[in-house]
């Protein structure tokens, strides 16, 4: 089995910061890309930022210059930094892989969510 766990959600003010993790554990050959979405409030999921196991990132325009996604491949792991939060960043962030098993079978597999509140 393969899992992705992610970590580093919580409230914080406008203006913050927060870093998000997510791990990947198992019978992993390699993960390829890897990927944030959120989903808000009585809103649908969404993409918010995608990095291929080169390390070549893209992102939705809402976070453009505001959170930076990056990896390490020896651990398994994505990054998101997020700065200059706003309210409506306020969602439950989902962590994403395209994962090759170890019986080199390919797997898109989702973590179970972080929330992350932007609140005064």
């Known amino acids: 089995q393969v899992h992705l766990v992610e970590s580093g959600g919580g409230l914080v003010q406008p203006g913050g910061s927060l870093r998000l993790s997510c791990a990947g554990s198992?019978?992993?050959?390699?993960?390829?890309?890897m990927g944030w979405y959120r989903q808000g409030p009585g809103k649908e999921r969404e993409l918010v930022a995608v990095?291929?196991?080169?390390?070549?990132?893209n992102y939705a325009d809402s976070v453009k210059g505001r959170f930076t996604i990056s990896r390490d491949n020896a651990k398994n792991t994505v990054y998101l930094q997020m700065n200059s939060l706003k309210p409506e960043d306020t969602a439950v962030y989902y962590c994403?892989?395209?994962?090759?098993?170890?019986?080199?079978?390919?797997?898109?597999?989702w973590g179970q969510g972080t929330l992350v509140t932007v609140s005064s």
């Open positions: 198992g019978s992993i050959f390699r993960i390829n890309d």
């Open positions: 994403n892989a395209a994962i090759l098993t170890t019986v080199y079978k390919d797997l898109e597999v």
């Open positions: 990095i291929s196991r080169g390390g070549t990132p």
